[in-house]
């Protein structure tokens, strides 16, 4: 069966810091991956996806994530992080021939020291 | 766009009890999806609807959890009886159909069983 791992629970940076999140998932066949975030008291939201193409995706607010197939990854990146950027990002992948099956990963707390 | 809609936001219940949650998707959104998410994890897919179909509920409790979306639209998610480890936020989610893999979330119905 398919997982996804997200191996930082919680994260702690200072302003202006750059962000690595690790994802990598189990899944040997085709795979489509996103990143989703939950800011504060607001529902859960993509952030980006990658589905085919260019492995190297950018989504809303600076973030980018790189798809490496032979690692099974897909980590969020971020240059220079910014106190709204506090938040639970959760990984999660759709794999399979079937109707869209979303399964998440855990989830990394990130708190930004202002 | 009104977004995703659901009720009540809270509710706290004796175990045994049983709980029921509804859901109004984004006009038009062929897929629903009820999630849950026990404090620190990520969203586990309890059902997923096609329609007013059920396309994988391989994950729901069925001895105690039922969900229905009758005419394709609203659905709503049971708890006959609740259990202590019932106690979770349920999450609806929509799509426009199969395979985009972007969810729009409500904001979540929280359940604390006593």
């Known amino acids: 069966a398919q997982s996804v791992s997200q191996h930082n629970h919680h994260v702690i940076l200072s302003e202006a810091a750059s962000l690595e999140l690790g994802c990598n998932y189990s899944?040997?066949?085709?795979?489509?991956l996103f990143w989703y975030v939950q800011y504060p008291g607001q529902h859960l939201q993509l952030l980006l996806k990658?589905?085919?193409?260019?492995?190297l995706v950018k989504g809303i607010k600076g973030f980018e994530a790189e798809f490496i197939k032979s690692k099974f990854s897909f980590n969020l990146r971020k240059p220079s992080v910014q106190w709204s950027d506090t938040a639970e990002y959760f990984c999660?992948?759709?794999?399979?021939?079937?109707?869209?099956?979303?399964?998440f990963g855990s989830g990394t707390r990130l708190s930004i020291r202002p | 766009e009104a977004g995703v809609a659901q009720s009540p936001r809270y509710k706290i219940i004796e175990k045994r009890q049983s709980v029921a949650f509804w859901c109004n998707p984004i006009s038009g959104h062929a897929t629903l999806y009820w999630y849950q998410q026990i404090l620190g994890q990520g969203p586990k897919l309890l059902i997923q609807f096609q329609n007013n179909g059920v396309v994988d509920d391989s994950q729901l409790p069925k001895d105690r959890f039922s969900a229905e979306r009758l005419k394709g639209v609203d659905s709503t998610l049971k708890i006959q009886p609740a259990k202590l480890e019932d106690s979770a936020v349920y999450l609806c989610a929509s799509s426009p159909g199969v395979n985009t893999g972007e969810l729009f979330f409500g904001e979540g119905s929280r359940l604390t069983v006593l």
């Open positions: 999660a992948v759709n794999a399979g021939s079937s109707a869209s099956k979303i399964i």
């Open positions: 990658y589905f085919s193409g260019d492995p």
């Open positions: 899944y040997g066949g085709t795979v489509n």
